[in-house]
T-cell receptor, first 108, second 115 residues
Framework: GQNIDQPTEMTATEGAIVQINCTYQTSGFNGLFWYQQHAGEAPTFLSYNVLDGLEEKGRFSSFLSRSKGYSYLLLKELQMKDSASYLC?????????FGAGTTVTVRA | DSGVTQTPKHLITATGQRVTLRCSPRSGDLSVYWYQQSLDQGLQFLIQYYNGEERAKGNILERFSAQQFPDLHSELNLSSLELGDSALYFC??????????????FGSGTRLTVV
């Protein structure tokens, strides 16, 4: 089965850095994904990690430790438009299983 | 436009009724996934089809059913609707069974309101 945990809410100031942690337990694990979702809209793909380590994509970076069942998404130089829900998802058993999402609020 | 098309965008219906949600995957994608997202809840996996065959099933109610047609579009049928079925229903597609390094591409969703 799949069990994914991430914090419910985080607040940060414009220009700051925020780190969203995610722990997972997934059978047949084959990758860890992060998605961004604005309220009422479709999730959009942000990043993918299948090997341990850090993947950097512009202002967003994602880290994976398979032995610890742990990942984080790092958002740098926060902008107001980054206010959204961030979903951690683990791949396994022919599907992506999503966490409940972390709502990030960016304040001026 | 993500390339995944869902219709209708909004649907309002009464309890006890039956509705059909439609999804056309991105060109070249063989897998279709259906997810339910209730207010303040995460995405709950319902069912996956790969090239016309059911591949994985999640917490899908017996009142719900789905199929994928030869042209790869998929339909999710919801019957005997209850107030609690009100939610956003997303369809996603991918080339392979688990999305590979690009994950899934989501459609814009169908917002179902049961009154």
């Amino acid at each position: 089965g799949q069990n994914i945990d991430q914090p419910t809410e985080m607040t940060a100031t414009e220009g700051a850095i925020v780190q969203i942690n995610c722990t997972y337990q997934t059978s047949g694990f084959n990758g860890l994904f992060w998605y961004q979702q604005h309220a009422g809209e479709a999730p959009t793909f942000l990043s993918y990690n299948v090997l341990d380590g850090l993947e950097e994509k512009g202002r967003f970076s994602s880290f994976l430790s398979r032995s610890k069942g742990y990942s984080y998404l790092l958002l740098k130089e926060l902008q107001m438009k980054d206010s959204a829900s961030y979903l951690c998802a683990s791949g396994g058993d022919y599907k992506l299983s999503f966490g409940a999402g972390t709502t990030v609020t960016v304040r001026a | 436009d993500s390339g995944v098309t869902q219709t209708p965008k909004h649907l309002i219906t009464a309890t006890g009724q039956r509705v059909t949600l439609r999804c056309s995957p991105r060109s070249g994608d063989l897998s279709v996934y259906w997810y339910q997202q209730s207010l303040d809840q995460g995405l709950q996996f319902l069912i996956q089809y790969y090239n016309g065959e059911e591949r994985a099933k999640g917490n899908i109610l017996e009142r719900f059913s789905a199929q994928q047609f030869p042209d790869l579009h998929s339909e999710l049928n919801l019957s005997s609707l209850e107030l609690g079925d009100s939610a956003l229903y997303f369809c996603a597609s991918s080339v392979a069974g688990t999305g590979g390094s690009y994950g899934y591409t989501f459609g814009s969703g169908t917002r179902l309101t049961v009154v």
